[in-house]
C-alpha cells in the first residue's frame, strides 16, 4: 500500500541552523512526490515538487529511490520558516495526493 | 489569494444530522478533490470530482457522497453524521489534463464539530 511517513512531529532549530525534515514513502510505482506548507492561519500551498528540481525560499528536496526518501533541506533556517510541513505522494490512478502526519517546525531566535 | 472558498469556515452538527459543505474551485480549474484533516493528522483523500463524475474514491463509507456542478464547484455531504467526522474539510482544485503533477490548490476549509 501506498504510505507517507514523517518521523518527526516536532522539529525545533535555531535561526541560521540547517534544517531537514524528513520523509520517507512506499509506493509501488514511479512516484510523484511534493512538500506542501501550512504558515499559521493560512491555507496549505505547494512549496515544491521533486519534478520541478527548484529551490523554493531556499529549500531543497532530492528523490531518493534507492532510500524512497523525499527529505526536505535548507542550509540556514529563518524565523519565518516557522510552519506546519506536510510531504504528499500523488497515486497515479486518479492524481490524488497521499499525506504525511506532517511535521511542525519551529525555528528559534 | 488562490481563488478556491469554503463554506462556510465553520459548523456544529450533532450526531445523526446531515451536512452539506461547498467549495468554489478556481477559475480554469476542471478536478474538485475533497480531503478530510483530523486533529494531529495529515489530510485523508474522500473523493474526487473531474468534470461532474467522480473520478476517484478513498476509503470513506458511502454517507459520505458529492458532487460537482458545470462550472466545477463542489458540494461534499455527509449523512448520519458521527462524532468522530469532526475534522478540518479540505478542498483542492486543480486542473486535470492526463498531465501528472498538476498543482492542487486547497481552500481554507471547513472546520466540522460534531456533538
Known amino acids: 500500500a501506498q504510505r507517507v511517513t514523517q518521523p518527526e512531529k516536532l522539529l525545533s532549530v535555531f535561526k541560521g541552523a540547517p534544517v531537514e525534515l524528513k520523509c520517507n514513502y512506499s509506493?509501488?510505482?514511479?512516484?510523484?512526490l511534493f512538500w506542501y506548507v501550512q504558515y499559521s492561519r493560512q491555507r496549505l500551498q505547494l512549496l515544491l515538487r521533486h519534478i520541478s528540481r527548484e529551490s523554493i525560499k531556499g529549500f531543497t528536496a532530492d528523490l531518493n529511490k534507492g532510500e524512497t526518501s523525499f527529505h526536505l533541506k535548507k542550509p540556514f533556517a529563518q524565523e519565518e520558516d516557522s510552519a506546519m510541513y506536510y510531504c504528499?505522494?500523488?497515486?497515479?490512478?486518479?492524481?490524488?495526493?497521499?499525506w504525511g502526519a506532517g511535521t511542525k517546525l519551529i525555528i528559534k531566535p | 489569494e488562490t481563488g478556491v472558498t469554503q463554506s462556510p469556515t465553520h459548523l456544529i452538527k450533532t450526531r445523526g444530522q446531515q451536512v452539506t459543505l461547498r467549495c468554489s474551485s478556481q477559475?480554469?480549474?476542471?478536478?474538485v478533490s475533497w480531503y478530510q484533516q483530523a486533529l494531529g493528522q495529515g489530510p485523508q483523500f474522500i473523493f474526487q470530482y473531474y468534470r461532474e463524475e467522480e473520478n476517484g474514491r478513498g476509503n470513506f463509507p458511502p454517507r459520505f457522497s458529492g458532487l460537482q456542478f458545470p462550472n466545477y464547484s463542489s458540494e461534499l455531504n455527509v449523512n448520519a453524521l458521527e462524532l468522530d467526522d469532526s475534522a478540518l474539510y479540505l478542498c483542492?482544485?486543480?486542473?486535470?489534463?492526463?498531465?501528472?503533477?498538476?498543482?492542487?490548490?486547497f481552500g481554507q476549509g471547513t472546520r466540522l464539530t460534531v456533538v
Open positions: 509506493y509501488s510505482g514511479s512516484p510523484e
Open positions: 483542492a482544485s486543480s486542473l486535470l489534463q492526463g498531465v501528472r503533477g498538476t498543482e492542487a490548490f
Open positions: 477559475s480554469g480549474h476542471n478536478t
Open positions: 504528499a505522494l500523488i497515486k497515479d490512478s486518479n492524481y490524488q495526493l497521499i
